[in-house]
């Protein structure tokens, strides 16, 4: 019975299988790497820390799991036959690929400090060793997890040894993954530029390989910058492109959910545009009392795109349901809020804006964490601005919110979020509870050292409204002081009337959205 169960794990465990599961992750052959793990059930069902290899042929699984095999139950089944024990009897060789698989599933159940402890004691023994595929790998997964920690500066070092590593030892195509998360970095970090150029390159180098999981993040990453671009129909053709891909490896379901995320914060910036332009028609009606053309037809247009939103979005959240993911959970909810608060729909928004936090605290997403709070902080002002009921205590929960947030992006590097919240923070401030000009005054400094340069996107707007309202109440307060102090001039009463009507009369028409009949309504006058 022994002789039988060796002649079955033996040559599974052989150091041809290692090398040639180890040679297609480096040529990113994946179809034929998958064939050749899909017929070693039967050592998954013995597996067992003596065998021979048994350690390296963990690490290297933990890789092929990360690429889409399996899932994360098979690795973590084959780590917990490693107990104390036998881990501490293990030579540093072995222990070192154990410690990796560890890594890798903290880092796919976004445990990063947890992964980012154990990579960092895998990169010394590594090192020690001078085992340079050991250290490529625990380099590009610590990348991962500082990037998604907002940490883009240390991310982009580890990223870049992973490619020297790679490269130092002709391993070009496999540079691939390691191109395209540097790229995501240097974007995130405002070089579109080099970002694009890295993108090329490993475009060309994958683009006769089946590793449609990084092919499909290449195109993923092109709509990022597209969408930052404001080329919003190029940008959702690169999301349906990545999603093309990765139906082709449907083991990556959690793929497909990001892009169809991701395609979803484009089409609701495309929204924001198309209700602007539809507000820049103040009388709905024409003469007759019929409806302008243009502005229905618009307006069906709109609601259409919050459909395929809100579509989106919810397909998002079912695939996330069978694979669990607290990050893609937590931007579902993100995404839907602001859709809600865009829309008009304030108990929707602040709703999901509770979900989103919860369940990025859940992980300690510290960037979600603060994109949530400030989406808190968006509904609480808008909740102020229309002054409902127990405005006051909504004109709070916004300073909280917003304090909160600003606090939780500070942790980060992430340089939109912080401009972002140092804005809503600004525009909290100014609101017309607060009214602390000098103190807003400060946070849109801030918030203007984090800007990118010739990117007018919806954050660049949101600061245009904060600079645009310090500046008015800068102009306005030196002439009511003076009207205060009866320093009138040789103005006429009425004269005085007519200058606040135009002062007053244009700002309470803003507040109402530049609805006519609603400021009327406000001012008790004729429209």
Known sequence: ?????????????????????????GARRIEHGMDRLARCTPLFDSFN???????????????????????LTLVKRLLATYDRESRSKLPAREYVHVRMADGMVAMTEELFDQALEQFDLVLKLAEEMNAWDVLSIANHWKARCLRKKGQYESALVHIRKARELQAAHGQVQNEGPARVLESLILFEVGDPK?????????????????????????????????????RYTQAIKHYEQAIAYFQKRDLKYADIARALIDMSVTRIQVARHLRQNIDAFPDPQQGNGQRR???????????????????????????????????????????RGHLCLDMGNLDCAIE????????????????????ARNLQCMVENAEVEEEVEGWADHAVASQDYAEDAVKLASGTQDRRLLASVYIWQGLTLSNAFFNARDRAREAMARAATFLEPGVHDFIWESFQVLKRRLSESASLEPKLMQWAHGEIGDRTFRQLEEDFADLVIPRVWEQEKKKVSRAASRLSISP
């Open 352 to 371: 999901e804006a509770a979900k989103a936090y919860a369940s990025a605290e859940s992980k300690r997403d510290f960037i979600l964490m603060a994109s």
């Open 49 to 71: 820390p003596s065998l021979k290899n048994a350690a390296a042929f963990l690490g290297n699984l933990a890789q092929w799991c990360d690429i889409g095999f399996g899932d």
């Open 1 to 25: 019975m022994g002789h039988s169960v060796t002649s079955i794990e033996q040559p599974l465990l052989s150091d041809e299988l290692l090398a040639t599961l180890k040679a297609d992750i």
């Open 293 to 335: 053309p243009a502005r229905v037809v618009r307006m069906k247009e709109l609601s259409i795109l919050n459909e395929t939103v809100l579509a989106d979005l919810n397909r998002a959240a079912e695939i996330y349901q069978g694979h669990p993911n607290a990050r893609g959970v937590a931007r579902v909810h993100l995404w």
């Open 194 to 230: 080099q970002a694009i150029a890295n993108l090329r390159d490993a475009e060309t180098i994958l683009d006769r390989t089946d590793d449609y999981v990084t092919l499909g993040n290449i195109q993923s990453t092109y709509g990022r910058i597209m969408q930052r671009d404001l």
